[in-house]
Antibody, heavy 118, light 107 residues
Framework: QVQLQESGPGLLKPSETLSLTCTFSGGSISHYYWSWIRQPPGKGLEWIGF???????DYNPSLKSRVTISLDTSKNQFSLSLTSLSAADTAAYYC????????????WGQGTLVIVSS | DIQMTQSPSSLSASVGDRVTITCRASQSINNYLNWYQQKPGKAPKFLMFAVSNLESGVPSRFSGSGSGTDFTLTISSLQPEDFATYYCQQNYITPYTFGQGTKLDIK
């Protein structure tokens, strides 16, 4: 059973860069696509992007200019970098796994709340 | 991007009721439609893939139907643990997109 756990800072200032890490266990890295999804308080879900075990990425065009998702296979981790933060980036950030190329998210981390405020 | 629109946005029902939530895509997505359940303060839980296929462990009172642009999630007999927010999601093409959610609460 795949388990995921996010880690990273909870409070950042506008214009700073968000860096989150997701540590996974219980699954083979090659069997999944690894995604980040966010949810502003009281609002719906937004897919940010994914990385495959090959290192290939796909990003949401709405965030593409500010997002990088990377993978560290030696540590069983993947990471999210989001630059030029604003208050609109305040959200719960979830890491999630999709069975290889399935496109649905069958495993989720518990989420981490990121607040962007001066 | 494909827009996903759910209706209603909120719904009040009682234990034992049968409820149906609708999800409409802005273009045809064939059967690339999935459903999630989210409770307050928790991560979404994966319920169903490809319109009508239940994830392992999901009770059979949940069912899905539809094709093309119009889809439904039905709960045949509501249980107390079913009161939550439900989201549809398309995986026809990236960027993957979700509906805005349907909040199901106790009448």
């Amino acid at each position: 059973q795949v388990q995921l756990q996010e880690s990273g800072p909870g409070l950042l200032k506008p214009s700073e860069t968000l860096s989150l890490t997701c540590t996974f266990s219980g699954g083979s890295i090659s069997h999944y696509y690894w995604s980040w999804i966010r949810q502003p308080p009281g609002k719906g879900l937004e897919w940010i992007g994914f990385i495959q075990n090959t290192g290939k990425n796909d990003y949401n065009p709405s965030l593409k200019s500010r997002v990088t998702i990377s993978l560290d296979t030696s540590k069983n981790q993947f990471s999210l970098s989001l630059t030029s933060l604003s208050a609109a980036d305040t959200a719960a950030y979830y890491c999630a796994a999709s069975g290889y190329n399935s496109g649905w998210f069958d495993h989720w981390g518990q989420g981490t709340l990121v607040i962007v405020s001066s | 991007d494909i827009q996903m629109t759910q209706s209603p946005s909120s719904l009040s029902a009682s234990v034992g009721d049968r409820v149906t939530i609708t999800c409409r895509a802005s273009q045809s997505i064939n059967n690339y439609l999935n459903w999630y359940q989210q409770k307050p303060g928790k991560a979404p839980k994966f319920l169903m893939f490809a319109v009508s296929n239940l994830e392992s462990g999901v009770p059979s009172r949940f069912s899905g139907s539809g094709s093309g642009t119009d889809f439904t999630l039905t709960i045949s007999s509501l249980q107390p643990e079913d009161f939550a927010t439900y989201y549809c999601q398309q995986n026809y093409i990236t960027p993957y997109t979700f509906g805005q959610g349907t909040k199901l609460d106790i009448k």
